[in-house]
């Protein structure tokens, strides 16, 4: 993750005020330009809509980049599609949402990005790409094998997780437990995205895992 650095002068809104609301996609950039001579994806934060400037090498081809904004502290995912300018009419920047742990069942049952995607069965695709939630505090960022399940986990009070590393043992009773396991905070900043059809290809549920 990068972003800009907080002028001194700058008022930080606080992030308690871009919380989630139910049936809502995350909020999108308004703006959204690519300057090619240094490139480089330019766009508003999509929650305080200050300027953010992205350098395409920090986008990965594939699952793209999660920037930070300077001024809020918020974090929006910037997908690969936007490192050439034929992605500017097919691809959006979303920001992320103020989401308690408490409710993040409740805020990811109710996505409709995952309700569409349930739907056409194909929900599973959110274990590796498509959801991402960090500590509203410290910016720990959780896997996303683990937030996909974890919704069914805290529904039936638990079982068995069967996790491949130790960060997803973690993350998983980070979660369980209610509060980061860095910084104690109990809040998240959650965003899901619409699935581009590139990452459709080479990510089918066949293929997912933990």
């Not at 490192?83 to 009419?89: I, M």
């Not at 989401?99 to 056409?120: K, R």
Request: proline residues 6%.
């Amino acid at each position: 993750m990068f972003g800009q650095t907080l002028a001194p002068s700058e008022t930080v809104p606080l992030l308690e005020s871009f919380r989630w609301r139910k049936g809502e996609k995350n909020p999108a950039s308004t703006f959204v330009d690519i300057i090619e001579d240094i490139n480089t994806t330019q766009f508003s934060c999509p929650t305080c809509h200050s300027p953010i400037f992205c350098e395409h090498s920090k986008i990965a081809d594939d699952v793209g980049a999660n920037v930070v904004c300077g001024l809020c502290g918020n974090i929006s995912h910037v997908p690969s599609t936007l490192k050439d300018r034929n992605g500017l009419s097919q691809a959006l920047v979303y920001g992320c949402v103020f989401v308690p742990i408490s409710e993040f069942g409740e805020w990811y049952d109710s996505h409709p990005v995952f309700e569409t995607l349930l739907h056409n069965r194909e929900s599973e695709i959110l274990h590796s790409y498509g959801l991402w939630a960090f500590c509203a505090k410290c910016k720990h960022q959780y896997k996303s094998s683990v937030l996909a399940v974890f919704p069914l986990f805290k529904a039936t009070q638990g079982g068995f997780f069967n996790a491949n590393t130790q960060e997803s043992a973690k993350d998983m009773k980070s979660l369980m437990d209610g509060h980061c396991s860095s910084c104690g905070d109990s809040n998240l900043i959650a965003v899901i995205v619409d699935i581009p059809q590139h990452m459709r290809e080479v990510l089918p549920p066949a293929k997912l895992h933990h």
